[in-house]
């Protein structure tokens, strides 16, 4: 086969690839300002102690925490359980991966109607196109059982931006718009996700290190914005 590439004769692979299943991209159901918003993150994101065992690569299954109460994430109540990125960033500050400070504020502005209060995580890291599709589908019709409007889906690195953008794709299939924050904007592009923006590193999507902590927030702020108004943005 690599003589034949090299001399530019026909060849067939062994290895078989299907292109990614298009589907169509929903539309917010009602205005922002109404709208019940959801935080989901394929980077890891789990409680200190990783109560429920989340597989750090190739996770079989998604978790459920709470955010009732909270206005940011404390580093001390949480760590990251995935391989493939530098996680020190986010256990540093982990809305430097979930941005529940920003969302909050977004809530207290009433840019958003509401923050649903509990966000899914896995480790989206090595995991397969079809358990990533498996995982996509529950997460999809749990946040359909809970009335959920639109979801903002952080990712980190390349095989979980793409668990996350098929993620993301299941979930928009139950008529939910999504926005993926990826640094890795040409995977997500490439598996089919409809409203993709790029997040500043794999390794704090939603932070900068470099900046001072009021700085950094108002960094984060920014982003969340941009991706509020790109939730809402009609597709045809």
Known sequence: MLLAKYYNREYETEVSTKPFEESPAPNMSKELSRARIALVTDGGLVPRDNPDNLSSTNARKFCMYSLGGKDH????????????????????????????????????????GKLFDIFYTTAGVMTPVEESIKLGEKIAVSLSNCDVDGVILTSTCGTSTRCGALIGKEIERMGIPVVQITNLTKIAESVGASRVLRGNDICYVLGDPKLSPEEERGYRWEMVKKALELLEKKIS
Request: hydrophobic share 30%; aromatic share 8%.
């Open 73 to 112: 994430l404390s580093a001390e109540e949480y760590e990251i359980s995935h391989q493939g990125y530098n996680s020190e960033y986010a256990e540093e500050d982990p809305d430097r991966l979930l941005p529940v400070d920003a969302m909050r504020r977004a809530e207290r502005e009433n840019r958003i």
